[in-house]
């Protein structure tokens, strides 16, 4: 049993000293307390969603996250709002589709899962890794079919 209770608290406390911590404030993105990047938010045609910029510390623009509405093409199916993702530095797009959480935590959180900042610039490529790999993306297409 004492074998079992140390091994328990042994993976917890490895799991939370490999956690990074995601915070925002008004204007910026923190990873481990450090700051990442800038951010503004504006607002988009679509309620309760906003346009969001990600900027370096040198105002370099890394990450434009634009709302767009879907207008379904029957009418037995809702329109629905995604976000377009571009990366200015790679001219790379992607479409996400999220539902879960505020957009900006999501952003913050997909900027420290695939480390897409890295010394105050876009990481090239992990913008690539990020666009193969992301769930979100997948959530997208599926949301888009028509069935």
Do not use: W
Not at 32 to 41: F, H, I, R
Not at 69 to 80: G, M, Q, S, T
Not at 91 to 111: M, N, Q
Request: glycine content about 4%.
């Amino acid at each position: 049993m004492k074998k079992v209770i140390s091994t328990l608290l042994t993976i917890c406390v490895t799991a939370v000293l490999f956690a990074q911590d995601v915070k925002l404030n008004d204007s910026v993105i923190f990873i481990n307390d450090k700051p990442v990047a800038l951010y503004a938010k504006f607002p988009s045609p679509a309620p309760s969603h906003f346009n969001i910029e990600v900027y370096s510390f040198d105002d370099y623009v890394l990450i434009k996250a634009e709302v767009i509405k879907f207008n379904a093409p029957v009418i037995d199916l809702e329109p629905f709002y995604f976000y377009e993702l571009t990366f200015p530095p790679t001219a790379d797009t992607f479409a996400v589709y999220i539902e879960d959480e505020a957009f900006p935590i999501v952003l913050a959180k997909i900027i420290r899962d695939y480390d897409l900042i890295n010394k105050n610039e876009l990481n090239r490529k992990n913008v690539t890794r990020f666009i193969a790999q992301y769930y979100g993306g997948a959530g997208f297409s599926g949301k888009n079919k028509i069935g």
